[in-house]
């Protein structure tokens, strides 16, 4: 979609597909841990790294959605953030 169509709404729609996909799957994951459908070993340390490692990608998409509005071209080099946002997260949240 992104190469056939020019301007910000495409970059939205593939976006909001990935940052919506990473809270689905941020929502089951929290689900299962809930629900004791995971592994005894799993502790709530790991529940809470995995659930920041789901996370990390939607955030960086959610914000090109709205770097989108102003200019398609920034949201998507926006996306090479996560190349960085698994350092930087680590830094802020440790």
Known sequence: MIGDFSGGVPVIVYAGTITLTS?????????????D???????RDKVREV????????????????????NAQW??????????ADSIRERLIG
Not at 37 to 43: E, K, M
Not at 51 to 70: C, H, K, N, R
Request: glycine letters at 2%; aromatic letters at 20%.
């Open 75 to 84: 949201a998507m080099y926006s996306w090479f953030l996560l190349f960085f």
């Open 37 to 43: 459908l995971l592994d005894a070993t799993i502790d």
């Open 51 to 70: 659930t920041y490692d789901i996370l990390t990608p939607a955030s960086v998409f959610a914000g090109s959605m709205l770097i989108a509005l102003v």
């Open 23 to 35: 809270i689905v799957l941020t929502v089951l994951w929290r689900y299962a841990w809930t629900s």
